[in-house]
């Protein structure tokens, strides 16, 4: 592994104008500054530069849609094989992550707390904890994580990682209040009654979105977010069938297999299949199969049933045939989540839009004093390196409020 981080390493051209950076990476990481200190020997240094510009640098390293970001702009791509700068990533700052020290500014005797600990809250605990603010992390599972947690498999994003993550924030003085969740027993007005100086909601989104076909609350019909939180509970069957066409589906379908299924069958409603060329071929690679064009109709006891979709080669519809009934015996419906709503209905006087999402401004300030968002839960079901974007853009704007708010006071 590390011979081979190293040769790709030393394929890389330093360009003037690294595109891998400019163009692909949505958080703007330093691609040829990282890959001159490793190959320099300054892979602490590197690792350090990492962090500081994205805290979950080694999850981004693992997860990320990297043939359409830093991979996909690497300029060696033009003419042969782009440069493996995920492998690096992941290389440089797993190992850093346990030699991480983080240090704090002294305490400001302000007190912030985050709703919610995926890649929004984690962003902003790190940020602001460091800036000497007091943080309380109120997670509703009993481990931290989201998303990253309990809806990536972890072939994809190992759970010590995450379980590392945690050992970090608490060694930075962080609070952490696992299986509570506000909008139940506690309010966001309480936290607010109780000192809290800003409020953070990063709750991402995990509420199943519907097709609303007959047959959803069948025995032998279930939810991906539901599924991927604990697949050992499932008693699938044989075959089973999954519906929808992004990474979600594939995660669920190769998950599926993995917990002994022998035939799964991917079903996307267009011919364009939204799940990125790298995870169609490792779901192509586990055996699984896709099939195009097939919009869900209905599920039964026997399997769900499709409206083939016909299609030209611009991607218009030209006709649908007639229903097919495809066997299964157990049906996962994978095609996006949306925010659940307990927060907002318990408090008062934060907007959402009309798909339930909360409404912020540019630096996610929500409609309601002192109270934040950012992540999933303001920009629909993404990915961690958006969230980690936007966060890093909301921590600076609640350190400005924070630092009014104790003017004023004095």
């Not at 849609?65 to 033009?78: F, K, L, S, V, W």
């Not at 015996?329 to 934060?350: E, L, N």
């Not at 630096?363 to 958006?386: I, P, Q, Y």
């Amino acid at each position: 592994m590390a011979a081979h981080v190293i040769n790709e390493a030393r394929r890389c051209l330093q360009c003037k104008k690294p595109l891998c950076q400019l163009k692909g990476c949505p958080v703007q990481t330093n691609i040829p500054e990282m890959i001159r200190l490793f190959l320099d020997g300054k892979s602490a240094e590197a690792g350090k530069m990492l962090f500081e510009n994205n805290p979950l640098s080694v999850v981004c390293s693992l997860v990320c849609d990297h043939e359409n970001q830093c991979e996909g702009n690497c300029i060696q791509g033009r003419k042969g094989a782009a440069i493996q700068i995920p492998s690096i990533e992941n290389y440089i700052s797993d190992a850093y992550l346990d030699k991480l020290t983080l240090e704090r500014e002294p305490d400001k005797g302000q007190k912030v707390a985050i709703i919610g600990s995926g890649p929004a809250g984690i962003t902003i605990a790190v940020k602001l904890a460091a800036k000497g603010y007091g943080i309380t992390v109120f997670e509703r599972k009993d481990q931290i994580g989201g998303m990253m947690r309990y809806a990536i498999p972890s072939f994809r994003l190992p759970k010590s990682i995450l379980n590392r993550y945690q050992k970090k924030l608490r060694e930075l003085g962080i609070h952490i209040r696992p299986n509570t969740s506000i909008g139940g027993a506690l309010h966001l007005d309480d936290l607010l009654n109780d000192g809290y100086d800003a409020v953070f909601i990063g709750t991402g989104t995990w509420r199943p979105k519907r097709p609303h076909v007959r047959g959803e609350s069948l025995g032998n019909v279930h939810y991906a977010i539901d599924y991927l939180q604990n697949p050992a509970a499932y008693d699938l069957g044989d075959t089973v069938a999954v519906i929808g066409a992004g990474n979600s589906a594939m995660d669920v379908a190769r998950t599926v297999v993995r917990m002994g299924s022998r035939f799964v069958t991917v079903y996307a409603r267009r011919n364009r299949i939204a799940a990125s060329q790298r995870e169609l071929d490792y779901a192509h690679a586990d055996g699984i199969d896709i099939q195009p064009g097939m919009a869900i109709k209905e599920f039964t006891d026997d399997g769900p049933i499709f409206i083939p979709n016909i299609y030209d080669e611009e991607g218009n519809l030209v006709r649908q045939e007639e229903p097919v009934l495809c066997p299964a015996d157990s049906s996962i419906i994978a095609v996006s989540q949306g925010p659940k709503d307990k927060i907002v209905k318990t408090t008062t006087g934060i907007d959402v839009t009309d798909y339930g999402l909360i409404a912020v401004d540019d630096d996610g300030r929500t409609t309601r004093e002192g109270v934040f968002a950012s992540g999933d839960v303001v920009a629909g079901a993404k990915n961690v390196v958006l969230a980690v974007k936007f966060s890093k853009q909301v921590a600076k704007a609640m350190e400005r409020y924070l630092q009014e708010k104790a003017r004023t006071r004095s």
